[in-house]
């Protein structure tokens, strides 16, 4: 079981900016896939991006062409770099990791987007 850290969340004007950041106590080289999930206030938790361990990147309709998914060469941070941000982006932020052996969630990080 590997222990994720959220953080770079935030207050931001619409059309700007910000990198989260999910440090992991350990590698996910092993994972199957690393996510960014989101929750906004009164609605079900949604996925926004993954990253398969083959390479593969899938985002939500919502983000794509503004979100982009990577993982740092030592598989230890998974980033979510969020540009042109909009008021619908507005939520807690949550990263996942899992493979067959556990499914980590980390403790959110809350990204607010407002003039």
């Known amino acids: 079981q590997v222990q994720l850290v959220e953080s770079g969340g935030g207050l931001v004007q619409p059309g700007g900016s910000l990198r989260l950041s999910c440090a992991s106590s350990?590698?996910?080289?092993?994972?199957?896939?690393v996510a960014w999930h989101r929750q906004a206030p009164g609605k079900q938790r949604e996925l926004v991006a993954m990253?398969?361990?083959?390479?593969?990147?899938n985002y939500s309709d919502s983000v794509k062409g503004r979100f982009t998914i990577s993982t740092d060469s030592a598989k230890i941070t998974v980033y979510l770099q969020m540009n042109s941000l909009k008021p619908e982006d507005t939520a807690l932020y949550y990263c996942n990791a899992r493979n067959r052996w556990y499914n980590s969630w980390g403790q959110g990080t809350q990204v607010t987007v407002s003039s």
């Open positions: 990253l398969t361990n083959s390479g593969i990147t």
């Open positions: 350990g590698s996910i080289a092993d994972a199957y896939t």
